[in-house]
């Protein structure tokens, strides 16, 4: 086996110190966001965040586009390796931050895992008969941008939002 191989897994309730830890790392190393997690950062609440994010996860009249997210796990020791979330259709609203968004726990970025877990969440899609993804990501953040397109991403659009300059990454499921 591959020492480097990662799974995803769906987050659960015997997660919460683990995920807890992953989160403060992001906080440690400067970040204010923990990417791909659908705004764990803003919970101070474990289970709060958990109810969340399976609601998204279901397809009800509040939430009409379903979402799921999920870690990456390193399978030689477990370790949480990074975050991603994906919607599995977008509305106008949705359209400008794509389908998927990721993240990678700060001590273990530009070691690969990146393209692994995206490769992973793209073999869900297929799952999901998806047939295309959109990813957006800022045009200053190459690592973003080299992920998407190490996948076989290809710059389909730029613009700007909030006067932040944007690209959007189509990837052929
Ligand atoms: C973006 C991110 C997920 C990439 O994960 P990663 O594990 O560091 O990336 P990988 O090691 O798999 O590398 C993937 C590609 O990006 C390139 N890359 C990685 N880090 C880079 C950096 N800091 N600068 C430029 N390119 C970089 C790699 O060389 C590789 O490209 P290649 O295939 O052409 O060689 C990670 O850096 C991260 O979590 N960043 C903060 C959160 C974020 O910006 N998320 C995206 C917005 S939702």
Request: a negative charge; charged letters at 30%; proline letters at 2%.
């Amino acid at each position: 086996m591959d020492g480097n191989e990662l799974v995803l897994v769906c987050p659960s309730e015997d997660m919460e110190e683990e995920v807890l830890r992953y989160k403060e790392e992001h906080f440690a190393c400067g970040d204010m966001q923990v990417h791909g997690s659908g705004g764990l950062a803003y919970y101070d609440r474990y289970d709060e965040w958990l109810n969340r994010i399976r609601s998204m996860r279901r397809n009800t009249t509040d939430n009409p586009v379903q979402t799921s997210t999920f870690f990456s796990r390193r399978v030689t020791d477990g370790k949480l390796i990074g975050c991603i979330k994906i919607h599995h259709t977008l509305t106008d609203e949705l359209e400008s931050g794509g389908h998927i968004a990721y993240g990678i726990r700060p001590s273990e970025r530009g070691k690969g895992y990146g393209r692994q877990q995206l490769l992973l969440c793209l073999e869900y899609a297929r799952q999901l008969q998806m047939k295309q993804v959109i990813i957006a990501c800022d045009r200053d953040n190459a690592a973003s941008a080299k992920t998407a397109m190490s996948c076989g991403g290809r710059l389909v659009k730029e613009f700007e939002e909030d006067g932040i300059p944007k690209q959007h990454y189509l990837i052929e499921v």
